[in-house]
């Protein structure tokens, strides 16, 4: 029972345009998301993060949205960079404690 | 401020072998996860570890453990290992635990069971 699902594996945009990564949760009791970014023989780093009281969130060209009546939330990146090529695996947590990650999207961004 | 470190790097064993896997926290960070990531299959969680304590534990089987010890460092021990065991091992810490807080990976152990 996979309770975080990223159901793209992949994506590929050019430079300077809109990427959109999404993920989508069953568990009612996550109430804290969260993107982490991992590049290649590198553990991952965090990116950007939501509490469930909030629906939106930014931090420069990275903005989170969650949905919560869809149990879903989406991280744009804009304008998207090639330096931005990496795996995104979106995380979420709960009074449990422990997060629990999607299996990951691997960006490509084209120059 | 180090950051996380994971050692060894990389490990060849062979079936049947028993492996352990360091990690070293960033400093004062007292919750110390473990996760396994092989291709497709994303980041699953193995367990967490917090004072001395493991706090959290994920869907592996017995012959995954670990501990932390009173400096907040953490091993994983793989015993009777398996073809399947081959992955990233992946060492994350933070201040309080995962609960809405961001954690700090290591860059992993690259485990190949041969």
């Known amino acids: 029972d996979q309770q975080v699902k990223q159901n793209s594996p992949s994506l590929s945009v050019q430079e300077g345009r809109i990427s959109i990564l999404n993920c989508d949760y069953t568990?009612?009791?996550?109430?804290?998301f969260l993107w982490y970014k991992k590049y290649p023989a590198e553990g991952p780093t965090f990116l950007i993060s939501?509490?469930?009281?909030?629906d939106k969130n930014e931090d420069g060209r990275f903005t989170v949205f969650l949905n919560k009546s869809a149990k879903h939330l989406s991280l744009h990146i804009v304008p998207s960079q090639p330096g931005d090529s990496a795996v995104y695996f979106c995380?979420?947590?709960?009074?449990?404690?422990?997060?629990?990650f999607g299996d990951g999207t691997t960006l490509t961004v084209k120059p | 401020k180090a950051g996380v470190t994971q050692t060894p790097r990389y490990l060849i064993k062979t079936r049947g072998q028993q492996v352990t896997l360091s990690c070293s926290p960033i400093?004062?960070?007292?919750?110390v996860s473990w996760y396994q990531q092989t291709p497709g299959q994303g980041l699953q969680f193995l367990f967490e570890y917090f004072s001395e304590t493991q706090r959290n534990k994920g869907n592996f089987p017995g012959r995954f453990s670990g501990r932390q010890f009173s400096n907040s460092r953490s091993e994983m021990n793989v015993s009777t290992l398996e073809l399947g065991d081959s992955a990233l091992y992946l060492c994350?810490?933070?201040?309080?635990?995962?609960?809405?807080?961001?954690?700090?990976f290591g860059q992993g152990t690259r485990l190949t069971v041969v």
């Open positions: 939501i509490s469930s009281i909030k």
């Open positions: 568990n009612s009791m996550f109430d804290y």
């Open positions: 400093s004062g960070h007292r919750s």
């Open positions: 995380a979420a947590s709960g009074r449990a404690g422990k997060s629990t």
């Open positions: 994350a810490s933070s201040l309080e635990g995962l609960m809405n807080t961001e954690a700090f």
